[in-house]
């Protein structure tokens, strides 16, 4: 080739390859090897997102998307359904259809200013199941989603949960009291509660880039881009909401419902959880189900279902298909 028709390097071709690059770099362990989903059948794959109007005529936004079994993730406080991305988008491609939901308060549902309490979060659920007739699904919840899921599975009409997953979850109940001597004082949860009616967004800037994901750990691996996804996922929720489910994830009493639930229960929690301390969570929660099965996590943080996905998908994947 002579000189004059050495070929022109288009900048955007760089820029193209520097993000494939590093979008590969930082892809977590597992996610590219995951195999690729099908093309879309437009007779078929019909599901996306939308919304149902509950009893009481509340709106509730919730995310549906492909086919086979199905999984029902559940999200903490005072997040949405996008805090399972990388949980969807690796069942998707295993095969299974997911299922998010924005809480009641949360996200892109309506921003009640009642029935933010762990009874009407299990009843929106119910009549979210009915009317996407899920049967046969697992429920897994993280944190507050963990006390909805056992709320809910307690309760549910036979045929429609084949298993459960409590992730770093609340049950059997977080706040101290004389029955519950190692559980958090009370204290802790009116600290939230005035740090949320005095600056709420700074506070959804302090609660990720500190304790809820480790990141306030020694040598931890801190991600900007996590803590603004979390700080997102939170503004997008209506405070009064905010506020009443302090009360409904701290002093909500679930050792009923985890004696009710009969379906096989995986218990994941990050030993180092300083969100939700895994001796008065985790440990008592695995005692108290019938079909109980514990696996902790030596360093984990209460946010590790994105800190480690790669590895809490991995072991959810094997417990689904036990």
Not at 19 to 45: C, E, H, R, V, Y
Not at 48 to 72: A, C, L, N, R
Not at 117 to 124: G, I, P, S
Not at 169 to 181: D, G, R, Y
Request: glycine share 10%; aromatic share 8%.
């Amino acid at each position: 080739m002579s000189k004059d028709q050495t070929p022109t390097i288009d900048r955007r071709m760089v820029l193209a390859s520097g993000l494939i690059a590093t979008a590969s770099a930082m892809a977590p362990i597992g996610a590219l090897a995951a195999t690729q989903p099908p093309p879309l059948n437009p007779k078929k794959d019909h599901r996306t997102m939308g919304t149902i109007t509950t009893k009481d005529g509340s709106s509730i936004f919730y995310k549906d998307w492909g086919e086979g079994q199905p999984i029902v993730f559940h999200h903490g406080w005072p997040l949405s359904a996008d805090d399972w991305d990388a949980q969807m988008l690796f069942f998707l491609q295993h095969g299974y259809r997911v299922i998010a939901h924005d809480r009641r308060g949360n996200g892109r549902s309506s921003q009640t200013w009642s029935g933010n309490d762990m009874d009407t979060y299990a009843d929106d659920v119910a009549q979210l199941t009915s009317a996407l007739d899920l049967r046969g699904a697992v429920h897994v919840g993280h944190s507050t989603g963990g006390g909805e899921v056992a709320r809910y599975v307690a309760r549910a009409e036979p045929g429609r949960v084949s298993k459960a997953v409590l992730i770093g979850a609340v049950p059997p109940i977080m706040v101290k009291s004389p029955s519950n001597p190692g559980g958090l004082p009370i204290e802790v949860f009116d600290g939230f509660r005035a740090a949320l009616a005095a600056n709420h967004a700074q506070f959804f800037l302090d609660v990720p880039s500190g304790p809820f994901y480790g990141f306030n750990r020694p040598g931890a691996a801190v991600s900007q881009g996590v803590i603004n996804n979390w700080w997102r996922q939170a503004m997008m929720g209506a405070t009064k909401a905010h506020f009443d489910c302090i009360k409904a994830f701290s002093e909500t009493d679930f050792t009923g419902d985890l004696k009710a639930i009969q379906q096989p229960t995986l218990v994941m929690h990050g030993e180092d959880d300083q969100i939700v301390p895994i001796a008065d969570s985790g440990l008592l929660s695995a005692k108290i189900l019938r079909n109980a099965t514990l696996k902790t996590y030596p360093g984990y943080p209460h946010g590790m279902a994105t800190t480690h996905a790669d590895v809490i998908n991995r072991d959810l994947l094997a417990f689904i298909q036990s």
